[in-house]
């Protein structure tokens, strides 16, 4: 697989090196769930040189330990239910399983990966700039999450996403636009292009890597804000360290999202996505404070 051609050097992992891959995923109420995309991730083909642990952040603290194989999985117990990105700080922070690592996965437990997954990543090239890697995902209902957004937003565009998110009817009028406006986007694009691989803005949550030179200059995972908005958090700090974001479609994910939040009110999603928002704006594109 060839990553975009963004920077002057490449970094190869080669056959012959041995490549340490890290897998941070979290557990909430859902240990079906969990286990089994343990049993699917370790079953998947890889070379015998890459390495392949996973730390498991427990925030509701009931995960049978006993179900764990503990030679390649680590299980880390959350003081309270710290969310979906700031549980795989904790656990990143708890534990030494993705100190050395050279790539760092963040998934969701409802997403499937392709059989050749690994033997993809193994002999692909990234720029020495790399920060971020997006593969393919293919939602259940066959929409691409990737490229999550092609292009950095206006802060007025996320001002409008932060007031549209006090209504729940605004909201829906807001998803039925957006869910016409990617289908006609996909039909004025030819698939050929779509599926090339390039520097995109970010990457979609539910499943994205993070190289060692995407922590050695700072990068972090966690946030002050519960759920949603963790890609424009990633984008932002890989924009202001000049890594690059690199979508790489040969590296194939499938994923039902089974949302672990689906048992949560909409007015509760909302909260949560407001309180992302006025973080982001906040954080990185600031100029007047969002304040209510």
């Given amino acids: ?24 995923v979290t557990h909430y109420r859902n240990q079906t769930e969990v286990l089994r995309f343990l049993t699917h991730l370790f079953g998947l083909s890889r070379s015998p040189d890459v390495d392949l642990k996973v730390a498991i952040a427990d925030n509701s603290g009931d995960l049978n330990a006993s179900c764990i194989d503990t030679s390649n999985v680590v299980l880390i117990r959350c003081p309270k239910n710290l969310g979906y990105i700031n549980g795989c700080q904790f656990a990143l922070d708890s534990s030494d399983v993705g100190k050395d690592a050279d790539l760092v996965f963040i998934s969701n437990t409802d997403v499937e990966l392709e059989p050749d997954f690994f033997d993809q990543l193994t002999t692909a090239d990234m720029t020495d700039r790399t920060g971020v890697i997006a593969p393919r995902i293919i939602r259940s209902d066959r929409h691409e999450q990737n490229p ?17 998110y006090f209504s729940s009817l605004a909201l829906r009028l807001l998803e039925l636009t957006e869910k016409f406006r990617a289908h006609f986007r ?33 990068g972090r995972l966690g946030f002050p804000a519960f ?47 407001r309180e992302s928002l006025r973080f982001l704006l906040n954080a990185y594109f600031h100029r007047d404070a969002v304040s209510c």
């Fill in 1 to 24: 697989m060839i990553a975009p051609d963004v920077g002057s050097q490449t970094e190869r992992f080669i056959e012959s090196q041995r490549m340490k891959i890290t897998f941070l």
């Fill in 148 to 164: 999550h957004s092609e292009s950095r937003p206006s802060r007025i565009r996320l001002l409008c996403f932060y007031y549209i």
């Fill in 186 to 218: 996909k039909k004025s694009v030819p698939v050929e292009q779509r599926l090339e691989p390039r520097p995109i803005y970010a990457a979609h949550g539910s499943l994205f890597g993070l190289t060692r030179r995407f922590f050695s200059e700072g």
């Fill in 227 to 273: 759920l949603y908005g963790e890609e424009f958090h990633i984008a932002e700090q890989a924009r202001q360290m000049k890594l690059d974001v690199a979508f790489c479609p040969q590296l194939i994910a499938h994923h039902s999202a089974k949302a672990v939040t689906s048992g949560q009110s909409s007015r509760q999603k909302r909260l949560w996505k």
